[in-house]
């Protein structure tokens, strides 16, 4: 329910991006501030629990790349979106996980690289950090699930359905 809610609060805030500029655009940007703390939990979650980290990192790189053109097309200037920060915050949880110092420096040049070009820039990037300490809940056991592809490829599908209804619409 947690992961439906946080999609739908993301889904409200892009597309209020796209198709407002007045009370309810700033509506939807708050009511979509609610998704980014799910989200890093999720990210967290899937660290500790999936069979393969470095599968897992590469997934979240891989839908950020096929994201990229949707994102700077959508957005009208070149900025990595969030699937990059949480690409750079599993690199470096794995570093301080293991101290393996090729992965610091990776995720050290990814840090220096990105602070211009992502979204949500440094304060995004702490805040993800961060979440890797705080214990909750366990926020995904409740009620019906949706597939769990679903969730991985909502975040390009659902820019690019905004998108077109933007092409159709405007």
């Given at each position: ?7 739908i ?8 991006i796209?198709f ?20 890093c ?7 500790y629990k999936?069979?393969s980290?470095d599968?897992?990192k ?13 994102t700077?097309?959508?957005f009208?200037?070149?900025e990595?979106?969030i ?5 750079l915050v599993l690199?470096?949880?794995d570093y301080l ?15 220096i690289?990105?602070l211009?070009?992502i979204?949500?820039?440094?304060g995004a ?16 056991n409740?009620?019906k ?11 390009p599908?659902h820019?690019?359905?905004?998108l ?7």
């Open positions: 329910m947690y992961k439906l809610a946080a999609v609060s993301m889904f409200i805030d892009h597309f209020a796209i407002f500029d007045n009370g309810i655009y700033l509506a939807g940007r708050i009511i979509g501030r609610f998704a980014y703390p799910y989200f939990y999720a990210v967290k979650r899937g660290y999936t069979a980290l599968n897992y590469a997934k979240i790189l891989f839908l950020g790349l096929i994201s990229l053109p949707i700077i097309y959508y009208d200037k070149v990595l979106n699937l990059f920060i949480y690409f690199n470096i949880w996980d293991n101290q393996d110092y090729i992965k610091l420096a990776f995720a050290a040049g990814l840090l690289l990105s211009d070009y979204s949500g820039g440094l990037i702490i805040f993800s950090l961060g979440v890797k300490h705080i214990n909750i809940k366990d926020l995904d409740e009620g699930k949706l597939p769990g592809k679903f969730f991985y490829w909502f975040y599908g820019l690019l359905l905004i077109i209804l933007k092409n159709i619409f405007l």
